[in-house]
Nanobody
Framework: QVQLVESGGGLVQAGGSLRLSCAASGRTFITYTMGWFRQAPGKDRDFVAASSWSGGDTYYADSVKGRFTISRDNAKATVYLQMNSLKPEDTAVYFC??????????????????WGQGTQVTVSS
C-alpha cells in the first residue's frame, strides 16, 4: 500500500503562484512514476504532469507547459507541482497519483494505482 497526502492548495488571483506537495508513505517511493491530475466540477479527471522515478523525465499537458513544473525529492518521498501564471481555468481539485509500473500511458488515470485525497486550487479573475 502507498498513502499519498496532498497539500498547498488554496485561493489565488490570476497570475499568481502556488506550490502543491504530495507526501508518500508506505512502500518504496523511489521507483514510482508520479503524476498530477486535476478535476473540475462536472468534468473528467485530466492529466497535468508526470515525473519518472529519477525526475529526469517530465511530461506536461499542453495547457500547463511553460507554467507548471513537476519535481520530486526521493529522500523525502515527496513530489511537488509548482504552478505559476495561474489562470481561472486552472481551478480544480488537484490529485497526485502513483504508477508503480511506469506505464508509457502516463496521461491515463487508469494506470495509476494509488491516489491522494486531492487539494482544491481556486484561481480568481
Amino acid at each position: 500500500q502507498v498513502q499519498l497526502v496532498e497539500s498547498g492548495g488554496g485561493l489565488v488571483q490570476a497570475g499568481g503562484s502556488l506550490r502543491l506537495s504530495c507526501a508518500a508513505s508506505g512502500r518504496t517511493f523511489i521507483t514510482y512514476t508520479m503524476g498530477w491530475f486535476r478535476q473540475a466540477p462536472g468534468k473528467d479527471r485530466d492529466f497535468v504532469a508526470a515525473s519518472s522515478w529519477s525526475g529526469g523525465d517530465t511530461y506536461y499537458a499542453d495547457s500547463v507547459k511553460g507554467r507548471f513544473t513537476i519535481s520530486r525529492d526521493n529522500a523525502k518521498a515527496t513530489v511537488y507541482l509548482q504552478m505559476n501564471s495561474l489562470k481561472p481555468e486552472d481551478t480544480a481539485v488537484y490529485f497526485c497519483a502513483v504508477d508503480e509500473l511506469g506505464s508509457r500511458r502516463r496521461t491515463d488515470p487508469a494506470v495509476y494505482e494509488y491516489w491522494g485525497q486531492g487539494t482544491q486550487v481556486t484561481v480568481s479573475s
